[in-house]
Protein backbone atom coordinates (compact mmCIF):
# COMPACT_ATOMS: atom_id res chain seq x y z
CA UNK A 1 0.00 0.00 0.00
CA UNK A 2 1.02 3.42 0.42
CA UNK A 3 2.49 3.70 -3.24
CA UNK A 4 5.56 1.90 -2.10
CA UNK A 5 7.29 -1.51 -3.56
CA UNK A 6 9.77 -2.27 -1.33
CA UNK A 7 11.49 -5.64 -1.26
CA UNK A 8 10.09 -8.15 1.09
CA UNK A 9 12.61 -8.48 3.83
CA UNK A 10 11.57 -12.69 3.99
CA UNK A 11 12.72 -13.63 1.14
CA UNK A 12 13.72 -12.15 -2.79
CA UNK A 13 9.89 -11.75 -3.65
CA UNK A 14 8.80 -8.74 -4.24
CA UNK A 15 6.46 -7.72 -1.44
CA UNK A 16 2.19 -8.05 -2.46
CA UNK A 17 2.17 -3.96 -2.38
CA UNK A 18 3.40 -4.34 -6.17
CA UNK A 19 0.40 -6.31 -7.00
CA UNK A 20 -1.96 -3.90 -5.56
CA UNK A 21 -2.18 -2.21 -9.33
CA UNK A 22 -5.24 -3.81 -11.10
CA UNK A 23 -4.22 -2.42 -14.08
CA UNK A 24 -0.89 -4.42 -13.94
CA UNK A 25 -2.06 -7.87 -12.03
CA UNK A 26 -4.39 -10.68 -13.21
CA UNK A 27 -5.02 -13.79 -11.24
CA UNK A 28 -2.13 -12.85 -9.19
CA UNK A 29 0.62 -12.23 -11.56
CA UNK A 30 2.58 -9.41 -12.20
CA UNK A 31 3.13 -8.72 -15.37
CA UNK A 32 5.63 -5.79 -17.24
CA UNK A 33 2.65 -3.96 -18.79
CA UNK A 34 -1.28 -3.92 -18.68
CA UNK A 35 -1.86 -6.38 -20.53
CA UNK A 36 -4.50 -8.94 -19.59
CA UNK A 37 -3.11 -13.04 -19.26
CA UNK A 38 -4.84 -13.54 -22.20
CA UNK A 39 -3.34 -11.14 -23.86
CA UNK A 40 -0.35 -11.83 -23.13
CA UNK A 41 -0.69 -15.44 -24.16
CA UNK A 42 -1.51 -14.42 -27.68
CA UNK A 43 0.67 -12.43 -27.68
CA UNK A 44 4.00 -14.10 -26.43
CA UNK A 45 2.75 -17.55 -28.83
CA UNK A 46 2.26 -15.63 -31.87
CA UNK A 47 6.15 -13.96 -31.17
CA UNK A 48 7.12 -17.80 -30.22
CA UNK A 49 5.76 -19.05 -33.42
CA UNK A 50 7.53 -16.07 -35.65
CA UNK A 51 10.93 -17.72 -34.70
CA UNK A 52 12.04 -16.31 -31.09
CA UNK A 53 11.19 -17.48 -27.57
CA UNK A 54 9.65 -14.65 -25.50
CA UNK A 55 7.91 -16.41 -22.93
CA UNK A 56 9.48 -15.01 -19.39
CA UNK A 57 9.49 -16.85 -16.43
CA UNK A 58 11.03 -13.47 -14.53
CA UNK A 59 8.11 -11.40 -15.91
CA UNK A 60 5.37 -13.69 -14.73
CA UNK A 61 5.99 -15.19 -11.39
CA UNK A 62 3.29 -15.20 -8.98
CA UNK A 63 4.08 -13.11 -5.85
CA UNK A 64 2.22 -15.04 -3.24
CA UNK A 65 0.92 -18.62 -3.30
CA UNK A 66 -2.54 -19.33 -5.52
CA UNK A 67 -5.86 -19.13 -4.07
CA UNK A 68 -6.62 -22.57 -2.97
CA UNK A 69 -9.49 -24.11 -5.08
CA UNK A 70 -12.72 -24.92 -4.05
CA UNK A 71 -15.30 -27.66 -4.43
CA UNK A 72 -14.96 -31.32 -3.84
CA UNK A 73 -12.27 -31.93 -6.86
CA UNK A 74 -10.28 -29.82 -4.91
CA UNK A 75 -10.59 -30.98 -1.65
CA UNK A 76 -9.74 -34.51 -3.07
CA UNK A 77 -7.01 -32.98 -4.94
CA UNK A 78 -5.40 -31.56 -1.96
CA UNK A 79 -5.56 -34.73 -0.05
CA UNK A 80 -3.80 -36.58 -2.43
CA UNK A 81 -1.62 -34.55 -3.63
CA UNK A 82 -0.04 -31.69 -1.74
CA UNK A 83 -1.42 -31.85 1.62
CA UNK A 84 0.09 -28.77 3.06
CA UNK A 85 -1.35 -26.15 5.23
CA UNK A 86 2.43 -24.09 5.44
CA UNK A 87 4.69 -22.49 2.44
CA UNK A 88 8.66 -22.59 2.65
CA UNK A 89 8.58 -19.11 3.58
CA UNK A 90 7.40 -20.27 6.49
CA UNK A 91 10.24 -21.72 7.96
CA UNK A 92 12.02 -19.13 9.44
CA UNK A 93 11.00 -15.00 9.73
CA UNK A 94 13.61 -13.08 8.75
CA UNK A 95 11.05 -10.02 9.26
CA UNK A 96 11.77 -8.50 12.91
CA UNK A 97 14.92 -6.20 12.70
CA UNK A 98 17.27 -6.82 15.54
CA UNK A 99 16.03 -10.09 16.57
CA UNK A 100 16.72 -13.33 15.81
CA UNK A 101 15.20 -15.35 13.53
CA UNK A 102 12.23 -16.80 14.45
CA UNK A 103 11.97 -20.85 13.23
CA UNK A 104 8.99 -22.16 12.94
CA UNK A 105 10.63 -25.80 13.04
CA UNK A 106 10.50 -28.33 15.88
CA UNK A 107 13.77 -28.81 17.45
CA UNK A 108 13.36 -32.44 16.16
CA UNK A 109 12.95 -31.47 12.69
CA UNK A 110 15.42 -29.01 12.82
CA UNK A 111 17.90 -31.71 13.98
CA UNK A 112 16.91 -34.37 11.22
CA UNK A 113 18.10 -31.19 8.59
CA UNK A 114 21.57 -30.51 10.62
CA UNK A 115 21.70 -34.84 10.25
CA UNK A 116 21.13 -34.46 6.43
CA UNK A 117 23.23 -31.64 5.69
CA UNK A 118 26.13 -32.33 8.20
CA UNK A 119 28.34 -33.35 5.57
CA UNK A 120 27.03 -31.56 2.82
CA UNK A 121 26.45 -27.67 1.89
CA UNK A 122 23.36 -26.81 0.65
CA UNK A 123 25.09 -25.21 -2.17
CA UNK A 124 26.84 -27.97 -3.58
CA UNK A 125 23.21 -30.10 -3.72
CA UNK A 126 22.58 -31.26 -7.36
CA UNK A 127 18.91 -32.37 -8.29
CA UNK A 128 18.96 -34.22 -11.87
CA UNK A 129 15.35 -34.92 -12.33
CA UNK A 130 12.82 -31.70 -11.78
CA UNK A 131 9.94 -32.25 -14.07
CA UNK A 132 8.54 -28.73 -15.78
CA UNK A 133 5.29 -29.44 -16.92
CA UNK A 134 2.19 -26.16 -18.15
CA UNK A 135 -1.00 -26.76 -19.98
CA UNK A 136 0.27 -24.19 -22.75
CA UNK A 137 -2.79 -21.44 -21.46
CA UNK A 138 -0.03 -18.32 -21.25
CA UNK A 139 2.23 -19.08 -24.44
CA UNK A 140 4.75 -21.00 -22.70
CA UNK A 141 4.23 -23.76 -25.57
CA UNK A 142 3.43 -26.67 -23.18
CA UNK A 143 1.42 -28.90 -23.51
CA UNK A 144 -0.63 -31.56 -21.71
CA UNK A 145 -2.78 -34.46 -23.32
CA UNK A 146 -6.89 -33.19 -23.78
CA UNK A 147 -7.60 -36.25 -22.18
CA UNK A 148 -5.84 -35.08 -18.98
CA UNK A 149 -8.59 -32.12 -18.78
CA UNK A 150 -12.02 -33.70 -19.30
CA UNK A 151 -14.36 -35.66 -17.46
CA UNK A 152 -15.22 -37.65 -20.42
CA UNK A 153 -11.58 -39.30 -19.09
CA UNK A 154 -12.85 -39.16 -15.40
CA UNK A 155 -9.33 -41.33 -13.97
CA UNK A 156 -7.03 -39.09 -16.19
CA UNK A 157 -8.57 -36.13 -15.22
CA UNK A 158 -8.69 -36.67 -12.05
CA UNK A 159 -5.09 -37.97 -11.97
CA UNK A 160 -3.99 -34.70 -13.43
CA UNK A 161 -5.69 -32.93 -10.87
CA UNK A 162 -3.79 -34.63 -8.34
CA UNK A 163 -0.47 -34.12 -9.89
CA UNK A 164 -1.12 -30.55 -10.33
CA UNK A 165 -2.39 -29.86 -6.44
CA UNK A 166 1.33 -31.46 -5.64
CA UNK A 167 2.49 -28.82 -7.67
CA UNK A 168 0.50 -26.46 -5.91
CA UNK A 169 -1.56 -25.41 -9.08
CA UNK A 170 -5.07 -25.24 -8.23
CA UNK A 171 -7.22 -24.78 -11.52
CA UNK A 172 -6.40 -25.34 -15.13
CA UNK A 173 -6.18 -21.01 -15.47
CA UNK A 174 -2.78 -19.97 -15.59
CA UNK A 175 -1.17 -23.61 -15.02
CA UNK A 176 1.87 -23.02 -16.40
CA UNK A 177 3.12 -19.81 -13.89
CA UNK A 178 1.35 -21.13 -10.70
CA UNK A 179 3.68 -24.16 -11.22
CA UNK A 180 7.32 -22.47 -12.31
CA UNK A 181 6.01 -20.00 -9.50
CA UNK A 182 5.99 -22.55 -6.80
CA UNK A 183 9.10 -24.64 -7.93
CA UNK A 184 11.00 -21.67 -7.58
CA UNK A 185 9.91 -21.11 -4.02
CA UNK A 186 10.90 -24.08 -3.34
CA UNK A 187 14.56 -24.09 -4.19
CA UNK A 188 14.56 -20.31 -3.14
CA UNK A 189 13.66 -21.07 0.23
CA UNK A 190 15.28 -24.12 0.72
CA UNK A 191 17.41 -24.82 3.74
CA UNK A 192 17.90 -21.78 6.11
CA UNK A 193 21.61 -20.79 6.88
CA UNK A 194 20.65 -20.02 10.84
CA UNK A 195 19.24 -23.80 11.37
CA UNK A 196 22.73 -25.12 10.03
CA UNK A 197 24.23 -22.82 13.04
CA UNK A 198 26.00 -20.66 9.81
CA UNK A 199 26.52 -17.58 10.93
CA UNK A 200 25.07 -15.74 7.85
CA UNK A 201 21.06 -15.34 7.49
CA UNK A 202 18.72 -16.31 4.98
CA UNK A 203 18.69 -19.21 2.85
CA UNK A 204 21.20 -21.78 1.25
CA UNK A 205 20.28 -23.65 -2.11
CA UNK A 206 21.60 -25.84 -4.74
CA UNK A 207 20.90 -26.79 -7.97
CA UNK A 208 17.89 -27.86 -10.00
CA UNK A 209 17.99 -29.68 -13.38
CA UNK A 210 14.59 -29.28 -15.40
CA UNK A 211 13.65 -31.60 -18.02
CA UNK A 212 12.43 -30.71 -21.26
CA UNK A 213 9.89 -33.36 -22.85
CA UNK A 214 9.90 -34.10 -26.30
CA UNK A 215 7.13 -35.20 -28.16
CA UNK A 216 5.75 -38.74 -29.93
CA UNK A 217 6.65 -38.82 -33.18
CA UNK A 218 6.33 -41.68 -35.68
CA UNK A 219 9.41 -43.27 -37.07
CA UNK A 220 8.91 -41.44 -40.10
CA UNK A 221 9.17 -38.32 -38.51
CA UNK A 222 5.67 -37.25 -37.80
CA UNK A 223 5.03 -35.86 -34.74
CA UNK A 224 1.75 -37.18 -33.01
CA UNK A 225 0.37 -34.83 -30.31
CA UNK A 226 -2.37 -37.22 -30.07
CA UNK A 227 0.11 -39.95 -28.29
CA UNK A 228 1.40 -37.00 -26.61
CA UNK A 229 0.82 -37.34 -23.42
CA UNK A 230 3.19 -34.35 -21.97
CA UNK A 231 5.48 -32.19 -24.15
CA UNK A 232 7.99 -28.94 -22.69
CA UNK A 233 9.86 -27.41 -25.30
CA UNK A 234 13.77 -27.28 -25.22
CA UNK A 235 13.49 -23.11 -25.34
CA UNK A 236 11.49 -23.48 -22.16
CA UNK A 237 14.07 -25.08 -20.48
CA UNK A 238 16.93 -22.82 -22.22
CA UNK A 239 14.84 -19.54 -20.59
CA UNK A 240 14.77 -20.97 -16.87
CA UNK A 241 18.23 -21.80 -16.90
CA UNK A 242 18.71 -18.36 -18.66
CA UNK A 243 16.72 -16.26 -16.22
CA UNK A 244 17.77 -17.75 -13.17
CA UNK A 245 21.01 -19.49 -13.46
CA UNK A 246 22.15 -19.87 -9.33
CA UNK A 247 19.16 -22.15 -9.41
CA UNK A 248 18.76 -23.96 -12.92
CA UNK A 249 19.86 -25.79 -15.15
CA UNK A 250 18.44 -27.27 -18.52
CA UNK A 251 18.28 -30.63 -19.79
CA UNK A 252 16.79 -30.86 -22.98
CA UNK A 253 14.63 -33.30 -24.71
CA UNK A 254 14.94 -34.61 -28.04
CA UNK A 255 13.55 -37.44 -29.90
CA UNK A 256 15.34 -39.74 -31.94
CA UNK A 257 12.42 -39.79 -34.56
CA UNK A 258 12.10 -36.75 -35.48
CA UNK A 259 13.30 -35.51 -38.79
CA UNK A 260 15.33 -32.97 -37.40
CA UNK A 261 16.98 -34.89 -34.15
CA UNK A 262 20.61 -33.88 -35.20
CA UNK A 263 19.73 -30.21 -35.72
CA UNK A 264 18.18 -30.19 -32.17
CA UNK A 265 20.43 -32.07 -30.43
CA UNK A 266 23.31 -28.97 -31.80
CA UNK A 267 20.63 -26.58 -30.87
CA UNK A 268 21.23 -28.02 -27.20
CA UNK A 269 24.29 -28.19 -26.86
CA UNK A 270 24.83 -24.89 -28.05
CA UNK A 271 22.49 -23.38 -25.73
CA UNK A 272 24.57 -25.36 -22.51
CA UNK A 273 22.86 -28.47 -22.64
CA UNK A 274 25.14 -31.67 -21.35
CA UNK A 275 21.71 -33.64 -20.91
CA UNK A 276 18.84 -35.02 -22.72
CA UNK A 277 15.68 -37.07 -21.26
CA UNK A 278 14.06 -39.60 -22.67
CA UNK A 279 10.94 -41.62 -21.73
CA UNK A 280 10.82 -44.24 -23.96
CA UNK A 281 7.92 -45.80 -22.63
CA UNK A 282 5.81 -42.58 -23.61
CA UNK A 283 7.87 -41.30 -26.23
CA UNK A 284 7.48 -44.39 -28.06
CA UNK A 285 11.20 -44.81 -28.75
CA UNK A 286 12.94 -48.15 -28.72
CA UNK A 287 16.40 -47.61 -27.85
CA UNK A 288 17.92 -50.90 -29.57
CA UNK A 289 16.51 -49.38 -32.68
CA UNK A 290 19.11 -49.01 -35.50
CA UNK A 291 17.43 -45.26 -36.37
CA UNK A 292 18.75 -44.18 -33.20
CA UNK A 293 22.56 -44.84 -34.24
CA UNK A 294 23.55 -41.44 -35.79
CA UNK A 295 21.82 -39.70 -33.00
CA UNK A 296 23.87 -41.57 -30.37
CA UNK A 297 26.96 -40.59 -32.58
CA UNK A 298 26.20 -36.98 -32.55
CA UNK A 299 25.31 -37.42 -28.27
CA UNK A 300 28.94 -38.91 -28.17
CA UNK A 301 30.63 -36.46 -30.40
CA UNK A 302 29.00 -33.51 -28.18
CA UNK A 303 29.68 -35.07 -24.82
CA UNK A 304 26.13 -35.39 -24.24
CA UNK A 305 24.80 -37.94 -21.71
CA UNK A 306 21.13 -39.11 -21.82
CA UNK A 307 18.67 -39.16 -18.86
CA UNK A 308 16.29 -42.56 -20.06
CA UNK A 309 13.38 -43.59 -17.74
CA UNK A 310 13.89 -47.30 -17.10
CA UNK A 311 10.76 -49.48 -15.83
CA UNK A 312 7.31 -48.91 -15.99
CA UNK A 313 5.03 -45.73 -16.35
CA UNK A 314 2.30 -44.99 -14.30
CA UNK A 315 2.33 -41.21 -14.93
CA UNK A 316 2.49 -40.21 -18.41
CA UNK A 317 0.53 -42.35 -20.15
CA UNK A 318 -2.56 -40.52 -21.29
CA UNK A 319 -1.63 -40.25 -25.02
CA UNK A 320 0.48 -43.17 -25.15
CA UNK A 321 2.09 -46.08 -22.92
CA UNK A 322 4.19 -49.19 -23.77
CA UNK A 323 6.00 -50.42 -20.92
CA UNK A 324 8.08 -52.99 -22.56
CA UNK A 325 10.29 -50.19 -24.36
CA UNK A 326 11.05 -49.21 -20.13
CA UNK A 327 12.88 -53.02 -20.09
CA UNK A 328 16.91 -51.98 -18.56
CA UNK A 329 18.64 -54.12 -21.39
CA UNK A 330 17.32 -52.00 -24.05
CA UNK A 331 19.77 -49.22 -22.43
CA UNK A 332 22.94 -51.43 -24.15
CA UNK A 333 21.85 -49.87 -27.80
CA UNK A 334 23.05 -46.40 -26.34
CA UNK A 335 25.79 -47.60 -23.71
CA UNK A 336 27.25 -49.73 -26.95
CA UNK A 337 27.66 -46.84 -28.85
CA UNK A 338 29.84 -45.35 -25.74
CA UNK A 339 27.54 -42.93 -24.69
CA UNK A 340 26.95 -42.02 -20.91
CA UNK A 341 23.24 -43.50 -19.74
CA UNK A 342 21.56 -42.23 -16.41
CA UNK A 343 19.10 -44.66 -15.58
CA UNK A 344 16.33 -42.64 -14.00
CA UNK A 345 14.73 -44.33 -10.74
CA UNK A 346 17.48 -47.44 -11.06
CA UNK A 347 14.69 -49.12 -12.97
CA UNK A 348 12.97 -49.53 -9.16
CA UNK A 349 9.26 -50.56 -10.53
CA UNK A 350 7.84 -53.35 -12.42
CA UNK A 351 8.60 -56.33 -14.55
CA UNK A 352 10.54 -57.01 -17.61
CA UNK A 353 11.28 -59.70 -20.09
CA UNK A 354 15.19 -60.88 -19.80
CA UNK A 355 16.32 -60.67 -23.43
CA UNK A 356 19.88 -61.70 -22.73
CA UNK A 357 17.95 -65.27 -21.30
CA UNK A 358 15.24 -66.86 -23.17
CA UNK A 359 12.40 -64.14 -22.15
CA UNK A 360 11.55 -64.85 -19.14
CA UNK A 361 9.96 -62.28 -16.65
CA UNK A 362 11.96 -60.90 -13.88
CA UNK A 363 11.97 -57.31 -12.11
CA UNK A 364 13.56 -54.56 -13.52
CA UNK A 365 15.41 -53.55 -10.93
CA UNK A 366 17.82 -56.72 -11.23
CA UNK A 367 18.17 -56.19 -14.79
CA UNK A 368 19.61 -52.48 -13.80
CA UNK A 369 21.86 -53.95 -11.00
CA UNK A 370 23.16 -55.91 -13.95
CA UNK A 371 24.19 -54.11 -16.29
CA UNK A 372 25.74 -51.94 -13.59
CA UNK A 373 27.72 -54.30 -12.55
CA UNK A 374 29.15 -55.00 -15.96
CA UNK A 375 32.67 -53.81 -16.57
CA UNK A 376 32.14 -52.69 -19.67
CA UNK A 377 29.84 -50.48 -18.56
CA UNK A 378 31.72 -49.06 -15.50
CA UNK A 379 32.36 -45.78 -16.89
CA UNK A 380 28.82 -45.56 -18.74
CA UNK A 381 26.06 -46.40 -16.63
CA UNK A 382 24.64 -44.01 -13.91
CA UNK A 383 21.94 -44.37 -12.23
CA UNK A 384 19.16 -41.66 -10.21
CA UNK A 385 17.81 -42.34 -7.31
CA UNK A 386 14.61 -40.21 -8.25
CA UNK A 387 11.40 -41.11 -6.79
CA UNK A 388 12.62 -44.29 -4.95
CA UNK A 389 10.58 -43.16 -1.88
CA UNK A 390 7.53 -43.84 -3.83
CA UNK A 391 5.19 -46.32 -1.92
CA UNK A 392 5.98 -49.03 -4.26
CA UNK A 393 9.65 -48.11 -4.47
CA UNK A 394 10.39 -48.45 -1.20
CA UNK A 395 11.73 -52.42 -1.03
CA UNK A 396 14.40 -50.89 -3.82
CA UNK A 397 15.79 -48.03 -1.81
CA UNK A 398 16.51 -50.68 0.70
CA UNK A 399 18.40 -52.91 -1.84
CA UNK A 400 20.34 -49.97 -3.16
CA UNK A 401 21.59 -48.92 0.08
CA UNK A 402 22.71 -52.39 0.56
CA UNK A 403 24.16 -51.94 -3.48
CA UNK A 404 27.09 -50.11 -1.92
CA UNK A 405 29.82 -51.40 -4.75
CA UNK A 406 27.48 -48.81 -7.56
CA UNK A 407 26.98 -46.22 -5.09
CA UNK A 408 30.10 -44.01 -6.89
CA UNK A 409 27.26 -44.09 -9.60
CA UNK A 410 24.67 -42.96 -8.42
CA UNK A 411 23.17 -39.31 -8.29
CA UNK A 412 20.30 -37.73 -6.84
CA UNK A 413 17.39 -36.87 -7.85
CA UNK A 414 13.85 -36.07 -6.52
CA UNK A 415 11.58 -36.41 -9.74
CA UNK A 416 9.80 -33.88 -8.40
CA UNK A 417 6.79 -33.25 -8.19
CA UNK A 418 6.55 -36.63 -7.03
CA UNK A 419 7.58 -36.66 -3.35
CA UNK A 420 5.21 -33.79 -3.13
CA UNK A 421 2.07 -36.30 -3.82
CA UNK A 422 0.87 -37.35 -0.52
CA UNK A 423 -0.66 -40.22 -1.84
CA UNK A 424 2.20 -41.45 -3.33
CA UNK A 425 5.37 -40.77 -0.77
CA UNK A 426 4.78 -43.49 2.46
CA UNK A 427 7.75 -42.79 5.20
CA UNK A 428 5.09 -45.39 6.88
CA UNK A 429 6.48 -47.96 4.60
CA UNK A 430 10.01 -46.53 5.53
CA UNK A 431 9.80 -47.22 9.12
CA UNK A 432 7.96 -50.53 8.52
CA UNK A 433 11.24 -51.60 6.12
CA UNK A 434 13.86 -49.75 8.88
CA UNK A 435 15.17 -47.36 6.90
CA UNK A 436 13.78 -44.28 8.81
CA UNK A 437 12.52 -44.33 12.62
CA UNK A 438 9.44 -43.29 14.04
CA UNK A 439 10.96 -40.15 15.48
CA UNK A 440 12.38 -39.55 12.14
CA UNK A 441 9.44 -39.99 10.38
CA UNK A 442 7.16 -37.29 12.62
CA UNK A 443 9.93 -34.82 11.69
CA UNK A 444 10.57 -35.80 7.83
CA UNK A 445 6.34 -35.44 7.76
CA UNK A 446 6.59 -32.56 9.44
CA UNK A 447 9.55 -30.86 6.98
CA UNK A 448 6.88 -32.06 3.96
CA UNK A 449 4.68 -29.70 4.95
CA UNK A 450 6.86 -26.73 4.30
CA UNK A 451 8.86 -27.97 1.70
CA UNK A 452 9.03 -31.11 -0.13
CA UNK A 453 11.49 -30.54 -2.12
CA UNK A 454 13.82 -30.71 1.21
CA UNK A 455 11.46 -33.59 2.62
CA UNK A 456 12.91 -35.38 -0.73
CA UNK A 457 16.20 -34.98 -0.37
CA UNK A 458 16.60 -35.52 3.94
CA UNK A 459 14.50 -38.75 3.23
CA UNK A 460 17.60 -40.23 1.08
CA UNK A 461 20.29 -38.55 3.40
CA UNK A 462 18.51 -39.98 6.38
CA UNK A 463 17.74 -43.67 5.00
CA UNK A 464 19.77 -46.25 6.67
CA UNK A 465 20.26 -49.98 5.33
CA UNK A 466 19.75 -52.82 6.86
CA UNK A 467 23.29 -53.02 8.55
CA UNK A 468 23.68 -48.82 8.44
CA UNK A 469 24.27 -48.37 4.71
CA UNK A 470 24.11 -45.08 3.40
CA UNK A 471 24.01 -43.19 0.54
CA UNK A 472 27.77 -41.21 0.54
CA UNK A 473 26.97 -37.43 0.48
CA UNK A 474 28.97 -37.47 -3.06
CA UNK A 475 25.72 -39.15 -4.67
CA UNK A 476 24.21 -35.60 -3.45
CA UNK A 477 26.85 -33.32 -5.20
CA UNK A 478 27.22 -32.85 -9.26
CA UNK A 479 28.78 -35.88 -10.66
CA UNK A 480 32.86 -35.38 -11.60
CA UNK A 481 31.92 -37.95 -14.62
CA UNK A 482 28.63 -36.35 -15.35
CA UNK A 483 28.40 -32.41 -16.15
CA UNK A 484 25.46 -30.92 -15.86
CA UNK A 485 26.45 -28.36 -18.13
CA UNK A 486 28.65 -27.07 -20.51
CA UNK A 487 29.43 -23.52 -22.02
CA UNK A 488 26.89 -22.13 -23.39
CA UNK A 489 27.94 -21.11 -27.45
CA UNK A 490 24.95 -19.26 -28.90
CA UNK A 491 25.27 -15.78 -29.60
CA UNK A 492 21.62 -13.82 -28.35
CA UNK A 493 20.86 -13.72 -32.13
CA UNK A 494 21.49 -16.88 -32.33
CA UNK A 495 19.29 -18.20 -29.29
CA UNK A 496 16.52 -15.98 -30.57
CA UNK A 497 15.89 -17.65 -33.63
CA UNK A 498 15.99 -21.18 -32.49
CA UNK A 499 12.99 -22.82 -34.45
CA UNK A 500 9.77 -23.39 -32.35
CA UNK A 501 8.41 -25.55 -34.91
CA UNK A 502 8.66 -28.28 -31.71
CA UNK A 503 6.66 -25.83 -29.42
CA UNK A 504 3.14 -25.73 -31.20
CA UNK A 505 0.56 -27.74 -30.43
CA UNK A 506 -0.72 -28.35 -33.70
Known amino acids: GGGTCPECPRCSWLSSCMASNDSAREGGTLSSDATSEEDASTTTTTDAQAGGYTWSVRERRLTAPPQRGRGLLSLIAK ?33 ILREA ?34 WLHPVKRLKSAIFMAAAQVPDMDNGDVQYI ?3 LRLVEHYVPAHVLNETSTGYLHGKICLLAFDAYYEKDGR ?4 KTTLYVPNEYAYQCAK ?16 GDAIQELENCAANGVAIIKWLPNSMGINPKDQECIPFYEKLK ?9 VGDEHTVNAGFIDDSLGNPLLLRGPLDHGVKVIAAHCASEGKCRDIDNQNQVVE ?95 CKRLARGPNGEAFPPAVFKAHPKLPIQQPIVASPSTDASLSMAGATNS
Request: include cysteine; proline fraction near 5%; charged fraction near 20%.
Open 79 to 111: KAGGNFSREPEDVVDYTAPGTAPLCNLSPECQA
Open 243 to 258: EFPDMCVAVGSVNPYR
Open 117 to 150: FSDLAPTEVVDYHVHIVGHGDSGSGCHLHSSTKT
Open 223 to 226: KNMD
Open 364 to 458: CFDMFLRLMREDKYKDLLFGDISAITAFKRVVYLRRLLEATDIHDRLMYGSDYPVPAINLVVSTKKMVRYGIVSQAQRAALNELYNFNPLVFDLA
Open 301 to 309: ELGMALLIH
Open 181 to 183: SRL
